[in-house]
């Protein structure tokens, strides 16, 4: 038997980058998904790349409270149950609090933390009934600042803050909540976040150059890339860390180890 055999479980921000990598996993290990994104097209796009029966897509934003309640109920309607919620949605907007846009900093905090703060809140009655796990998709930056970044930083370091105060929280009702906290991987995210620093024709050597900074991209010579850290987050939701709650896992390539002089 595989881990996720009978096992049921929702991701948001699951159409491209790390969130469809950990659809492809949990599928290749016997799971049912829940496919949750705000983007139509990439939603019947990643439906069409995965071909699978045993994974339903849903339009639902992340900010819109019922959208979420309603993916749930899918789940449960088609399966019975919800064993796991992955919080992969995100965004980036640069900028500082000099330059920043109130708005686009709300527009950051309202996907990236509120987003999970709200998807947790709708599969809380169900995964309380099967006792299930809980991943939030946090950054290396919520542990290491980074220049032009204030809103992302600051929800990802309150990402964190929340697993820990939800893993208190829902312990009782055997709920695990984890994060994981990635580094540099090589996401339509990360691309376009070089994209807006460098031409056209530089994106792959600046991206290239941000894998060589973790001691495991210079060591391994390619980039941590999605499957790396959905390997991580399975790891997460299974039984084999059934005693684990209130950790951060990073998948970093050892860039937190990292001094730099």
Known sequence: MSRFDGRVVMVTGGATGIGFAIVEEL?????????????AV????????????????????????????????????????????VCAAGIQIPGTVGTMLEADWQQVLDVNLTGAFRAVKAALPALSLAGGAIVLLASVQAHLGKRNGVAYVAAKGALVALTRAMALDHAESGIRVNS??????????LRQAASRVAGADQVEALVAGWAQAQPLGSARGRPC???????AVLFLLSDEAHYISGADVAVDGGLGAKLAL
């Not at 890339?225 to 390997?231: E, L, S």
């Open 180 to 189: 994981v906290s990635p580094g540099v991987v090589d996401t339509p995210l």
């Open 225 to 231: 890339m999605p499957r790396d850290v959905a390997r």
């Open 27 to 39: 599928l290749s290990e016997g799971g049912a998904v829940v496919l949750t994104g705000h983007d």
């Open 42 to 85: 990439q939603i019947r796009d990643a439906a069409a790349q995965l071909g699978q029966q045993r994974v339903v897509t849903v339009a639902a934003d992340v900010r819109d409270q019922a959208a979420l309640h309603h993916a749930v109920q899918v789940a449960v309607d088609q399966w019975g149950r919800l064993d796991g919620l």
